[in-house]
């Protein structure tokens, strides 16, 4: 079984988030002042993104980074198979 990865629950919710916005790689990764081609492989899962880039990103979505994180956290509960609370 392959084991769950944090950059890939990462990358595919800020993924999910963008493509919410309709918005392309390029807007976004203009908008944080990210490479286009990092901000793909960080979608992809393929790269770790580092707390100030993880920020940059967030900001551009204009998505507060607690929110993305608690997103991250909900999937990673989910995937280890553990029921998912929400914060009253």
Known sequence: MKPVLLRELLGETLREQR??????????????RVSLGYLSEVERGQKEASSELL????????????SVLATVSNKLA???GQK?????
């Open 19 to 32: 493509f919410a916005q309709g918005r392309t790689l390029r807007e976004v990764s203009m908008a944080g």
């Open 55 to 66: 920020a940059s990103i967030c900001q551009a979505l204009e998505l507060p980074m607690s």
């Open 78 to 80: 989910l995937a280890e």
């Open 84 to 88: 998912v609370t929400t914060a009253a």
